[in-house]
């Protein structure tokens, strides 16, 4: 085990000693296949279909509470799905189908698994409740990027477990937030972690920028729309009792809500839509 005199740096996380879970071959090929303008929708489903597994976890997702409005009865056809939602949102939801079974089980008790995807799944869900109510574009990543915000805190539990506890504590004793402990202790902070790993997943910059900005204080210079929305909804979900991921929860701020160019009188009406598809979504991604 590391002692916190070594040093640590981000790069270590990702030195090629450590095991980080892989990229699996088939969202390459999707990611490759995407790229070619001449791609059809027929390409994307028969790709999709050769990993039986990923398959029926997009179909569930494609027929969960999260498209609800969009689908007139059950999906059980791959093409169909892809027709409904689109190839990129297709991407995107594989994507996040993989980064949640990647870091399916944690060693230890540093974290409870549970709370922390019920956060993360909330604030995805809000995210793309706020983006749909407020007409901001991009909502199926929205979605997404929600849902990966703190998927660097995975990795720090997973790679340095006893600095991760030491900052939980430390930030619930301080009251201070989270990634400033971390910063402090370990010398990055979960929000960097995040980033780097989307990065090194190649995954599109909305993404890894939400991961990046979501703890950026909104008075420092702006972040990417899409960032600035994940922002909201994180502190939105982190100020429901007891549904912080982890450390002193964040509060949703009018500053916050003016750099995502929304008007706060949508919370009410966010967190309701968010509350109905909580289970239904959860169910679908971690069941
Ligand atoms: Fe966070
Ligand atoms: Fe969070």
Redesign the pocket.
Known sequence: MLSLEEGYTLEDLFHETVDLPAFPPVLTQLQQLLSRPSTTMEDVARLVETEPALAARVLRLVNSPLYRSRAGGELTDLYRAVTLVGTGEIQTLATASFAVSAFATMPGNVVDMQRFWR??VY?GLLAAVLGRLGWVSFQGNLFVAGLL??IG?LLIYQRLPEWAAQCIAESERSELPLDAVERDIIGFDHAMAGAALLRHWDLPQPLVAAAEH?HRDPAQPPVPPVAAVVRLA?AM??SLSDA??AGYP?AATARMWEAACLDSGLATEALAQADDRLEGVETVLLG
């Open positions: 956060h993360s604030t915000h703190d805190a979501h994180n979900a982190d912080a991921a964040a």
